[in-house]
């Protein structure tokens, strides 16, 4: 029995390595952004002194000569904020609102001040600059002298591309690196749970086999879910004990007093008194009833132990139908040629138990003549597989799958029977790790087929 996958199922793994990622993802991201941030301070902060390094230098060069403000910018006084991006660089001096040297596109800042330089964002000429101003007083001048030098902004970009590349790069690193390390790492820790899967699965089905779950299996975290299933599996065990005892034991006492009513109608419809016609058919109505009755204590024994059934050895296949044959013999007379056997000529081993295949054989045997016609043919083939057919009409496809349910009988049998012996017969299969299957012979050959094949031992 195969069970269904669950609609939504949730893979431990993908869990613990979610739980593992995200939250170092999570932790990655903010660090980021702390860095990006102090990134951003740290070059804005450095660029800044730069261009006041710059600042200084001109204001250095302001004298007054002849009553006027003289400056002497010499070459390589901005060279401080060259760089390789090629940043575009401008300053400016003026006395009050008159230009004295450099861009009159640089405004007079309202804030500059005298003890330090005072930094502003603006456009110049279609250009983002950071510029820099401070205010130089002179004695005996009337105007403050306002020193301006602006930076485009491109080599702080450059700059901060380059952090952020930097940044990016061992972060992302580390998260993949911990992705790829904690994978492994889960299923080296689940490993324990698939040896206790293999453990489960290597038991034989459907057979009943509840002993406990070795919790060493699992890890410790698991202990407590193998301790209920096997509490489980204990409350089960009794539960199917008491069951199967039950109807072994019913089936066991019918026995006696089935044979007791069987063997009176025998005596009673063997007497030398005269019975009437109606007085016989009820004789015999009861003899019937009696041998089904008979028949189903006999399979509801074999049902009950078909639940519990082992594979306990190999068994001699040949052998085995052998004594099913002639136990089908003696059960009823046969006309010649009704039930026909082929063996192989070298004895086939199987696994399995050999008095649970005669059982299986029997009831095929049993249900080809209750519902089929003669002759039945039982072949034993070399590669472990027994196969028994009829020769009457077979079966409709829609019902074949429900034939080895128990108590199902076609609507279209017009035999008695208890609806079990295909029942037993695919129990029984199943618990000595064999594949039984029933199928029509085809369109040109009438009847059913019961196919057993079992395991070469």
Known sequence: MSLARPARSHSLVIRLLIAQVVPLAIFAV????????????????????????????????????????TVDVAPWALALLDGPERDAVFYSVREGDRLVTGYPDLPNLPQAQADRPVFADLSVR???????????????RNAPVRVSVAQSLDSRRASLRELYRSMLLLPGLLVVLAGLLVWPALQWGLNSLKRLIDDLTRRPSPSADFAPTNVDLAPREFWPVLNAFNHLLARLETSTSGIQRFAADAS???RTPLSVVSANLEILEGSSRPWTPQERRLIADSRDAVGGMTRLVGQLLSTARADGARISSSADLGRAVRRACQAARERRAFPAGALRLRLPAEPVIVLGAEELIT???????????????????????????????????????????????RFFRASSSQASGSGLGLAIVHTLADAQGAQFELYNRGVERTGLVGKIAFQLG
């Open 30 to 69: 903010v660090v980021l952004a702390v860095g990006a941030w102090t990134a951003q301070r740290v070059v804005a902060n450095n660029a800044d002194r730069l261009l006041a390094g710059a600042l200084q230098t001109i204001r250095e060069t302001v004298s007054v000569a002849n009553d006027r403000i």
């Open 126 to 140: 279609g250009v983002s600059v950071r510029m820099a101003q401070q205010t130089l007083i002179i004695p005996g």
């Open 252 to 254: 066991h006492q019918l």
């Open 359 to 405: 059982e299986q054989i029997l009831n095929l045997i049993d249900n080809a003549f209750h519902h089929g016609a003669p002759p039945v043919i039982v072949h034993v083939h070399t590669t472990g597989a027994v196969c028994v057919w009829d020769h009457g009409p077979g079966v409709d496809e829609a019902t074949l799958p429900h034939l080895t349910d």
